[in-house]
């Protein structure tokens, strides 16, 4: 099947700094990429739609300039935490849509653990 | 938005227990899929099924579209099935992301 693959796996960095991380899909084209958020024992929140070629679009209340989302091709989207404070610790895991056998299915990155000390 | 609700939010169960968990959806959809995410985080994809019924070993999903409802069956639930079951939904407005419903967390005791 098709594979997302997610880096870092786990990441701490000090509050005030900036934190990348990158979404891959290895065998497939992704026109499209989400990234999402989740906090413990919540559900998955969509962050925002990446686009390859365009700018990113954001769900409400995300801020642009905190979170930077850059599709720079096909295969590779990145999430850019920027001036990180505590309150950013969180799960952000991306997705992409590819189409496949039967049907159009989402496949996920294996996610990213940010802790902000 | 379109909202998906999932029952029940918590559930223990006896090794060797079945289960069936509800995925709710308050509007068309092109697509639903279920997800079991494991302790560490990973996403994994159960079942693509807008509609219809399919079989993956101990585990079965029925979605009737036409009343909006998907169903997952975990039969002779193991220990590892722990973690929590999403349910995510595609809007039939396009190239829109999924809209995940909150989840069961499924706990198997020995």
């Known amino acids: 099947g098709a594979v997302v693959s997610q880096h870092p796996s786990r990441v701490i960095c000090k509050s005030g700094t900036s934190v990348k991380i990158e979404c891959r899909s290895l065998?497939?084209?992704?026109?499209?990429m989400f990234w999402y958020r989740q906090f413990p024992k919540q559900s998955l929140m969509l962050m925002a739609t990446?686009?390859?070629?365009?700018?990113?679009?954001?769900e409400q209340g995300v801020e642009k300039d905190k979170f930077l989302i850059n599709h720079a091709s096909l295969t590779l989207s990145t999430l850019t935490v920027t001036s990180a404070h505590p309150e950013d610790s969180s799960f952000y895991i991306c997705?992409?849509?590819?189409?496949?056998?039967?049907?159009?299915?989402?496949?996920f990155g294996e996610g990213s653990w940010l802790t902000v000390v | 938005g379109i909202q998906v609700e999932q029952s029940p939010p918590d559930l223990i169960l006896q090794e060797g227990a079945n289960s069936t968990l509800r995925c709710n959806f308050s509007?068309?959809?092109?697509?639903l899929q279920w997800f079991h995410q494991n302790p560490w985080g990973q996403l994994i994809n159960l079942f693509y099924?807008?509609?219809g019924t399919k079989q993956n070993g101990r585990l079965s999903a029925t979605t009737v579209a036409t009343e909006r409802y998907s169903l997952l069956y975990i039969s002779s639930s193991q220990t590892t099935d722990s973690g929590v079951y999403f349910c995510?939904?595609?809007?039939?407005?396009?190239?829109?992301?999924?809209?995940f419903g909150k989840g069961t967390r499924l706990s198997v005791i020995a």
């Open positions: 997705s992409a849509r590819t189409r496949m056998g039967s049907g159009n299915t989402i496949y």
């Open positions: 065998d497939f084209q992704a026109t499209t």
């Open positions: 990446s686009n390859e070629g365009s700018k990113a679009t954001y």
């Open positions: 509007d068309s959809v092109n697509n």
């Open positions: 099924i807008p509609s």
């Open positions: 995510a939904v595609e809007p039939r407005s396009g190239n829109t992301p999924l809209v």
